[in-house]
């Protein structure tokens, strides 16, 4: 099945600077890629996604970007707050359209200092 | 709209006991999922209903682990019995349809702790 490596497992930045993200998958049919927020404690939250007919998609201070030869994505954070301190994970879906099964990263703790 | 709803929020029990949980997904939502979520890791898919049927169940330990969604709405989870492993926080997460269009809402989870 298909394997979804995440890096850094934590990132420690000053407020206002920028966080990325990055993860890999190996499974070349994967076509669909979800990042989640997860806050102590509460539950997981989409935040934005990108599809693999996309290179690039933004979200105000968010952004993904998706490269399909090197099969990685990144998550882009600019002008980060304190509120955006929490766990980090992507996903990737290997069986596209039809099942929707999501295979996770192990997360990335992001603590943004005031 | 309401969002998934999951009981227990917390579960300890020891091992070799068992212990269930309970899913209600959103209104009208058709695919269910039950997830564990070890600690310092991302959610793994266990099992994934469309209506009340099993879509995907490959990762399920099926020999102490069950899921049912009778009726096609909510959901339960059975561990019997429980292995010090199992120690995790079984997230139920719900979506329209089936298939990466459709984005899955997760509930708040149920933390067990097995002793």
């Known amino acids: 099945g298909e394997n979804v490596e995440q890096h850094p497992s934590t990132l420690s930045v000053q407020e206002g600077d920028s966080a990325v993200i990055k993860c890999t998958y190996s499974d070349s049919a994967s076509n669909y890629f979800p990042w989640y927020k997860q806050e102590l404690g509460k539950r997981p939250q989409l935040i934005i996604d990108?599809?693999?007919?996309?290179g690039e998609k933004k979200d105000q201070r968010i952004a993904v970007t998706l490269n399909k030869t090197a099969k990685h994505f990144s998550l882009h954070i600019t002008e980060t707050q304190p509120e955006d301190s929490a766990v980090y994970f992507c996903a990737a879906s290997t069986r596209g359209s039809t099942l929707g099964r999501l295979y996770f990263g192990r997360g990335t703790q992001l603590t943004v200092w005031p | 709209e309401a969002g998934v709803a999951q009981s227990p929020r917390y579960k300890i029990i020891e091992k070799r006991q068992s212990v269930a949980f309970w899913c209600n997904p959103i209104s009208g939502h058709a695919t269910l999922y039950w997830y564990q979520q070890i600690l310092g890791q991302g959610p793994k898919l266990l099992i994934q209903?469309?209506?009340?049927?099993?879509?995907?169940d490959s990762q399920l330990p099926k020999d102490r682990f069950s899921a049912e969604r009778l009726k096609g709405v909510d959901s339960t989870l059975k561990i019997q019995p429980a292995k010090l492993e199992d120690s995790a926080v079984y997230l139920c997460?719900?979506?329209?349809?089936?298939?990466?269009?459709?984005?899955?809402?997760f509930g708040p989870g149920t933390r067990l702790t097995v002793t």
């Open positions: 997460a719900s979506s329209i349809g089936t298939g990466t269009t459709y984005e899955q809402y």
């Open positions: 990108i599809r693999s007919n996309v």
């Open positions: 209903f469309q209506n009340n049927g099993v879509v995907d």
